[in-house]
């Protein structure tokens, strides 16, 4: 079946700007998080949903950052005036609800160049 | 706290061992894995372990689990050029679902 997906794969943005990062979980996977890799790092988690809920928030880095999952199936990231620390690699992953064992299938990621 | 650390790079011959080093410091940890990363390409699942186990072997892929020393290893036997890509380490800990990651190991494999 159809794995994760995340659109655009490629934004580039001026400073200041607002974004819109779209993921599309594996169907039936009722978990999802967003993850952010700078260059040269490991993914840092941002943000866990489970359902329409965000369980954990806890890796937002500032209020700028927000994500939604309105209907427990596609989630948006939305980032405010975008800044340069902000260019990263964005990366959505999906999960079925697991208490003991919960294998997160990743997106290829969408990259953010902030100008 | 939470901390998960790689060696930066590895480079090996083509049919020769690899072994990825990968140290933590949460001792709640729940289970451990490894993805591996190809470039432009998602992070795809290798395998994994739980943290009641010191072995896990599965093909090619060796894990080792030394808990005491918070030490984790994965063994690539017959390492191939298409094994060339970075690897990372995650654990999961016990009642979150995040994962933290490592820093990631670049692997290359010398033909």
């Known amino acids: 079946g159809a794995g994760v997906s995340q659109t655009p794969s490629n934004k580039v943005t001026e400073k200041g700007k607002y974004v819109e990062l779209r993921c599309d979980p594996i169907?039936?996977?009722?978990?999802l998080y967003w993850y952010r890799q700078s260059l040269g790092q490991g993914p840092e988690f941002l943000i866990y949903?489970?359902?329409?809920?965000?369980?954990?928030d806890s890796g937002l880095p500032n209020d700028r950052f927000f994500a939604v999952r309105p209907e427990g199936s596609v989630s948006t990231l939305k980032i405010q005036r975008t800044e340069r620390g902000d260019s990263a690699v964005y990366l959505c992953?999906?999960?079925?609800?697991?208490?003991?064992?919960?294998?997160?299938?990743f997106g290829p990621g969408t990259r953010l160049t902030v100008l | 706290g939470e901390d998960v650390e790689q060696s930066l790079f590895l480079s090996v011959r083509e049919g020769d061992s690899s072994v990825i080093n990968c140290t933590y410091t949460?001792?709640?940890?729940?289970?451990l894995y490894w993805y591996k990363q190809e470039p432009g390409a998602g992070l795809q699942l290798l395998t994994y372990?739980?943290?009641?186990?010191d072995m896990k072997q599965d093909q090619r892929l060796t894990v080792l689990l030394n808990k005491k020393d918070k030490h984790l290893s994965l063994r690539i036997a017959d390492t191939q050029t298409g094994d060339s890509a970075i690897y990372f380490c995650?654990?999961?800990?016990?009642?979150?679902?995040?994962?933290?990651f490592g820093t990631g190991t670049r692997l290359k494999v010398l033909a």
């Open positions: 992953a999906s999960s079925l609800w697991d208490r003991d064992y919960n294998e997160q299938f």
């Open positions: 169907s039936g996977h009722t978990a």
């Open positions: 949903f489970q359902g329409t809920g965000a369980a954990d």
């Open positions: 949460d001792s709640s940890s729940t289970y």
């Open positions: 372990i739980f943290s009641n186990m």
């Open positions: 995650a654990e999961s800990i016990t009642g979150t679902y995040k994962y933290i």
